[in-house]
């Protein structure tokens, strides 16, 4: 992402230079002066990288037996000019900046008509890059969407879209996808006096930001409620109440794919270069950029979620006389399949998958707040706990299904209390149970309205 930097620099530091010392004091060689002083910086990251806005404090390390000499930092060549962020006493430089990017952090020496010089380049990441999405739909019919956004550390931002923007999402946002570095809402509808400060139905912004791109909404007029979405390439493949749209979102032609209807109201999958949706026991494949279907797959049962396995292959859930997972290669279309024997695999009335996965082992509440692992390698169900043995307030129901994170398996269950005004009163309860003993990771309250589903930004890497 080349993104303008917005540097932030400071005054430089001059001090004494720390003389290195001998153990033993019949070594001559103490007496020597060292012809090239060591410089470097401590404490830089192994990675090399910072969050957008965090703080990385760094230490000059100069060894020189020579005699007193100066030193300076420097961020892109340009000399630090903030005592702000230079501390004089402790030989440190606070690095920080607002703006996502590559920069180069580089420490000068000055001795004796001598300079050297030591630098490492670091890259900004943004600080929406990895984290956790929560989607709220706002009010039905009539609510503004919301984003919440959760930091690999707990800290929750309410609100995220419209802190960074000013401006609101459209009304019940119900789905969002990543893919290039771009983060895509779509919404069902736009408030009845026109777009005023909010986005139109299918809203773009930087994924690592959320500043924002572009909005669609003339262009998407033909579509009724649409609902769930994915992009791939140059195209946004858009589900809505009569099937599934491809819409280019650079010549903004919009097209019906063939053999798409009555695709249900739920997550697509992306593997690879082929998009998966359903209807009933059908699985349907759209190769990306086509306009009608590649293949379709008739399951045994119902189907009631998608989710793209850790290998890059689809899970797939049914329900019926005996819950299935099922692991499809999408390059040959071969399938293993594993009974679930404890729980069930209803996605219920929600618009989400049925379940989540952290690599072989998947999760799932049967639409209810109990919760249920299957572990696909060994073939075991098992009930893991009841979400009131964790959290006592506000778990009348839960809205839409439970999400996991597929790199720590944390589990995130949004309840609410219920409809009318009670669904202000609710909870995120994000739990872990990959250890011997379950925890509560954080409970956040009342922060949700009518929550869409959870996003994990790991999921789309």
């Given at each position: 992402?080349?993104l303008?930097?917005?540097l ?9 230079i720390g003389?290195a010392?001998c153990?033993?004091?019949?070594d001559?060689?103490?007496?020597l ?7 470097g910086?401590v ?11 965090g703080?990385?404090?760094l230490?000059?390390s ?18 630090v000019?903030?005592d702000k ?12 900046q607002?703006?996502p ?6 420490l000068?020496?000055e001795n004796a008509?001598?300079?050297q010089k ?8 943004g600080?929406?890059r990895?984290g ?6 706002g ?5 503004n ?5 959760i930091?690999?550390e ?5 609100d995220?879209?419209?802190?960074i923007?000013?401006?609101?999402l459209?009304?019940?946002t ?7 570095s771009?983060?895509y809402?779509?919404?069902?509808a ?8 909010s986005?139109?139905?299918l ?6 930001t959320?500043q924002?791109i572009a909005?669609?909404?003339e262009?998407l007029?033909?579509?009724?409620n649409?609902t769930h979405?994915?992009v ?10 009569k099937g599934?749209?491809r ?6 032609e919009l ?6 209807e ?7 999958a992306?593997v ?18 086509a ?7 008739e399951?045994d049962?119902?189907i009631?979620g998608?989710?793209?396995s850790?290998d890059?292959q689809l899970w797939?859930?049914t329900?019926?006389a ?13 399938m ?6 404890v ?11 049925a379940?989540?996965?952290v690599?072989?082992?998947?999760y799932?509440?049967n ?12 073939a075991?169900?098992e009930?893991v706990?009841?979400?009131?043995d964790?959290?006592?307030e ?5 809205y839409?299904?439970?999400?996991v994170?597929?790199q720590n398996?944390?589990?995130y269950?949004n ?6 005004e009670?669904y202000?009163q609710?909870?995120?309860?994000v ?13 956040y309250k ?11 930004t790991?999921?789309?890497?």
């Amino acid at each position: 992402m080349n993104l303008k930097r917005k540097l932030v620099l400071g005054l430089s530091l001059v001090g004494l230079i720390g003389l290195a010392s001998c153990s033993r004091s019949n070594d001559d060689s103490c007496f020597l002066p060292q012809a090239n002083p060591e410089v470097g910086i401590v404490n830089f990251p192994e990675n090399a990288e910072l969050v957008q806005n965090g703080e990385l404090v760094l230490k000059a390390s100069i060894k020189d037996v020579t005699g007193s000499g100066s030193y300076y930092w420097l961020v892109d060549g340009q000399r630090v000019e903030d005592d702000k962020l230079v501390n004089e006493k402790d030989s440190t430089f606070t690095f920080r900046q607002e703006e996502p990017g590559d920069y180069e952090i580089a420490l000068i020496y000055e001795n004796a008509g001598r300079t050297q010089k030591f630098s490492q380049s670091i890259h900004v990441f943004g600080q929406f890059r990895d984290g956790t999405f929560v989607l709220n739909e706002g009010a039905f019919g009539h609510g503004n969407g919301t984003l919440i956004f959760i930091s690999p550390e707990g800290k929750l931002m309410a609100d995220a879209y419209k802190s960074i923007n000013g401006r609101e999402l459209g009304i019940n946002t119900q789905d969002l996808f990543i893919a290039d570095s771009k983060i895509y809402f779509i919404s069902q509808a736009i408030p009845a006096e026109g777009l005023g400060n909010s986005e139109g139905l299918l809203a773009v912004a930087h994924a690592e930001t959320l500043q924002r791109i572009a909005s669609y909404n003339e262009e998407l007029e033909d579509l009724s409620n649409p609902t769930h979405l994915v992009v791939v390439g140059d195209f946004a493949y858009i589900r809505d109440g009569k099937g599934i749209y491809r819409f280019n979102l650079v010549s903004k032609e919009l097209d019906f794919v063939e053999g798409t209807e009555k695709a249900v109201k739920n997550r697509m999958a992306l593997v690879g270069n082929k998009i998966f949706s359903w209807s009933a026991n059908k699985l349907m494949v759209i190769e990306a950029g086509a306009t009608k279907l590649a293949k379709v797959i008739e399951m045994d049962q119902k189907i009631s979620g998608l989710v793209k396995s850790a290998d890059n292959q689809l899970w797939i859930s049914t329900k019926g006389a005996e819950a299935t997972i099922i692991k499809l290669n999408p390059k040959d279309y071969s399938m293993q399949k594993s009974v679930v024997t404890v729980g069930g695999l209803s996605e219920g009335w929600g618009a989400t998958p049925a379940f989540g996965a952290v690599g072989e082992v998947l999760y799932f509440t049967n639409n209810t707040t109990t919760i249920y692992r299957h572990n696909f390698s060994t073939a075991v169900s098992e009930e893991v706990a009841k979400l009131s043995d964790y959290v006592t307030e506000n778990i009348s129901m839960t809205y839409n299904n439970l999400g996991v994170d597929p790199q720590n398996g944390n589990i995130y269950i949004n309840t609410i209390q219920g409809f009318g005004e009670a669904y202000k009163q609710n909870n995120i309860s994000v739990l872990n149970f990959e250890g011997e003993k379950g925890v509560l990771v954080e409970n956040y309250k009342d922060q949700t309205a009518f929550p869409a589903g959870v996003f994990f930004t790991a999921s789309f890497k």
